[in-house]
C-alpha cells in the first residue's frame, strides 16, 4: 500500500526567508506523480508543483521548488521568500503510474509565516 | 474560467435526514473524486469515477452513496446523516493520467456540512 508521511505537524518561518516542508513516500511502483498542495482557512485546495518519477530534473514553479531524492523518497517542498499569504496546510500526494486514478495524502504540515 | 463548483458551500441537515451534495465541472475531466476532511486532517478519499466506472473506497460506510448521471455533474447522497459525518466535503476532477501520473486534481471550494 503506498504512504506519505509529513513528519513536521506545524512549523513557523520568518517572512522573506526560505522554508522546506518534509514529505517522504513508499511506494513499489516505478512510475508515480507527486504533487504538493495548499489549504488556507478559507477551505480550498491549492495545486502547487509536481514531480514525476521519471523526471531527471527537480520541479520548480515561481517561488515554489521540490527537492526530489528519488533512493531515498523523499519530494520536500521548498519555499523561497516566504510571505504572510503562505501561512497554510500543505499536502503532499502521491499518484500511482499505469492507470491509477486514486491519489494519497500525507496528514499536512501547518505552516505559519511570521512578520 | 474551467472550474469545479460545488453547491451549496454550506449545508446544514438534522440527524438522519437524507443530504444531497453537488458537485460539477467544465473541465471535461474523466476523473471524479469525493473526499471527506475533518479538521486539520488530510481529506479522505470516499469513492471516484473514472466516466461511469464507480470505484468506492473498502472503508466508506454504504452511508455514503454517489452518483454521476453525465461527465459533467457528481452527487454525493448521505443517506443517514450522524453526527460524526459532519464534515467538509471535497470534490475534485483531474485527468486521466495513463502511464505517466502526471496530473494534479482540481478542486472545488467544499460543502460544509454541519449536522444537528
Known amino acids: 500500500a503506498q504512504k506519505i508521511t509529513q513528519t513536521q505537524p506545524g512549523m513557523f518561518v520568518q517572512e522573506k526567508e526560505a522554508v522546506t516542508l518534509d514529505c517522504t513516500y513508499d511506494?513499489?511502483?516505478?512510475?508515480?506523480?507527486l504533487f504538493w498542495y495548499k489549504q488556507p482557512s478559507s477551505g480550498e485546495m491549492i495545486f502547487l508543483i509536481y514531480?514525476?518519477?521519471?523526471?531527471?530534473q527537480n520541479a520548480t514553479e515561481g517561488r515554489y521548488s521540490l527537492n526530489f531524492q528519488k533512493a531515498r523518497k523523499s519530494a520536500n517542498l521548498v519555499i523561497s521568500a516566504s510571505q504572510l499569504g503562505d501561512s497554510a496546510m500543505y499536502f503532499c500526494a502521491m499518484r500511482e503510474g499505469n492507470y491509477g486514478q486514486n491519489f494519497v495524502f500525507g496528514p499536512g504540515t501547518r505552516l505559519s509565516v511570521l512578520p | 474560467d474551467a472550474m469545479v463548483i460545488q453547491n451549496p458551500r454550506y449545508q446544514v441537515t438534522q440527524f438522519g435526514k437524507p443530504v444531497t451534495l453537488s458537485c460539477s465541472q467544465t473541465l471535461n475531466h474523466n476523473v471524479m473524486y469525493w473526499y471527506q476532511q475533518k479538521s486539520s486532517q488530510a481529506p479522505k478519499l470516499l469513492f471516484h469515477y473514472y466516466d461511469k466506472d464507480f470505484n468506492n473506497e473498502a472503508d466508506t460506510p454504504d452511508n455514503f452513496q454517489s452518483r454521476r448521471p453525465n461527465t459533467s455533474f457528481c452527487f454525493l447522497d448521505i443517506r443517514s446523516p450522524g453526527l460524526g459525518d459532519a464534515a467538509m466535503y471535497l470534490c475534485?476532477?483531474?485527468?486521466?493520467?495513463?502511464?505517466?501520473?502526471?496530473?494534479?486534481?482540481?478542486f472545488g471550494p467544499g460543502t460544509r456540512l454541519t449536522v444537528t
Open positions: 511506494t513499489s511502483d516505478q512510475s508515480y506523480g
Open positions: 514531480q514525476g518519477s521519471y523526471d531527471e
Open positions: 475534485a476532477t483531474s485527468r486521466d493520467s495513463g502511464v505517466s501520473a502526471a496530473y494534479e486534481q482540481y
